[in-house]
């Protein structure tokens, strides 16, 4: 059994030099589609934290935990931030289609 992906790995189970090649190729291609993913991921928390942190949390604490009002407000921030972030993923996808690109939508993000 191989925990590499494709069946190969590093103890000769793999096809000749030809597939190692390709093998590499498709796992780099893996690993920048992993890295991009994280970089998405990493961006979108980052950008939920400082929006709800300046929406919930007063500029001056009082006590060093959250209170029950900036937990609910926490809570509704996020919440509200992946609808939001849901509807607009949706309504450009459908313009993307209508605009017969089949879902691709170039240029938003980044």
Request: aromatic share 10%; proline share 3%.
């Amino acid at each position: 059994m191989s925990f590499y992906p494709f069946g190969g790995g590093s103890s000769g189970g793999g096809s000749s030099g030809g597939g190692s090649s390709q093998q590499q190729a498709v796992n780099a291609q893996n690993v920048a589609m992993a890295e991009n993913e994280l970089e998405m991921i990493t961006d979108t928390f980052y950008r939920i934290v400082d929006s709800c942190y300046k929406k919930c949390i007063p500029p001056k604490y009082i006590e060093g935990e959250l209170n029950k009002g900036e937990s609910v407000c926490i809570d509704r921030c996020v919440a509200k931030y992946f609808e939001v972030n849901t509807k607009v993923g949706e309504a450009l996808q459908k313009r993307g289609q209508q605009a017969g690109v089949g879902g691709a939508v170039t240029g938003f993000g980044a």
